[in-house]
């Protein structure tokens, strides 16, 4: 039976008896305070307030440009609206990798600013002691682990990664010394399913997976992939809720015909 609706708060502690029972985990990205607030309201376990920010917010091609400043005042939106999710923010490029200082800076300011419950980085052996240094002023870590946007012109595509044996190890390792070091859990990006529920089950800590297939502890998807906001976007591990794109267009055009033909407003919509 789950246990689901009972929560009232969601912490890292009862993410990690959620995978001791069985119980999968639904994380969503959100952005900004109206949201945010629909989703806590329909119960999500996480919220994680992205870098993909920099895609579906500011219209930029990577997540690259994104800075700490935008991603505070996005995560504290998305804290005002929030009673029951736990809120992972994303440190973003450049304020974390290869300087375990700037990093702890970094880290802190999300928390102190935003109010923020932890924070996500990607990558593993090379940022481990970025990755320590936050942990040791008490601040909760998600990992990130697989394709990692952020090393997007290192990759040069977006395709699956780790389908080669050497870099499938080199993941397990990473996942492995994630848990050891203290993360609370560790995302995995479009990977081979095979390989997902191989480190899934390797760790006690949870995974959450997005095109990693349907063996991690839980799931994230970009909120307006979901919804159906950006239309263009079709990846096979897209599941496609809404079509709010076409809902939204097809609403404005309404609103605009009406204001033109002067049936907006009508003798009841005024003073
Ligand atoms: O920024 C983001 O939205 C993410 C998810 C794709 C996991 O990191």
């Known amino acids: 039976m789950s246990t689901h ?10 993410l990690h008896e959620m995978k001791r029972r069985g119980e999968k985990i639904a994380m969503l990205t959100a952005y900004d305070y109206s949201m945010a607030r629909i989703f806590d309201a329909a119960k999500i376990d996480v919220i994680l307030v992205g870098d993909s920010a920099s895609n579906v917010m ?9 800075t700490l400043d935008q991603m505070i005042y996005h ?26 200082r700037r ?9 102190k600013e935003s109010g923020a419950h932890a924070v996500k980085l990607e990558g593993g052996e090379e940022v481990k002691e970025s990755v320590i240094r936050i942990l040791s002023a008490g601040i909760p870590v998600m990992g990130h682990l697989g394709l990692t946007p952020q090393s997007i012109y290192k990759f040069g595509t977006y395709q699956v990664r780790a389908k080669e044996e050497a870099e499938a190890e080199r ?8 848990q050891e070091i203290g993360c609370f859990a560790i995302v995995l990006e479009k990977i081979p399913a095979a390989l997902a529920t191989r480190v899934s089950g390797m760790l006690d800590i949870p995974t959450i997976g997005i095109g990693a297939g349907g063996g991690t502890d839980g799931q994230v998807l970009v909120s307006h992939d979901l919804l159906g906001i950006t239309k263009d976007f079709s990846p096979r591990f897209l599941r496609r809720y809404l079509n709010l794109y076409d809902d939204i267009k097809d609403a404005v055009e309404r609103y605009i015909r009406d204001v033109r033909e002067r049936d907006f407003p009508n003798e009841k919509e005024q003073y």
């Open 5 to 14: 609706k009972e929560i009232k708060r969601v912490t890292t502690h009862v």
């Open 58 to 66: 500011a219209g930029h091609e990577t997540t690259l440009p994104i």
């Open 75 to 100: 995560a504290s939106s998305v804290i005002r609206a929030i009673k029951r999710a736990l809120v992972v923010v994303d440190l973003p490029f450049g304020t974390y990798q290869g300087n375990s």
């Open 103 to 111: 990093a702890l800076d970094s880290a802190i300011r999300i928390m």
């Open 171 to 178: 993941l397990v390792r990473d996942a492995l010394m994630l």
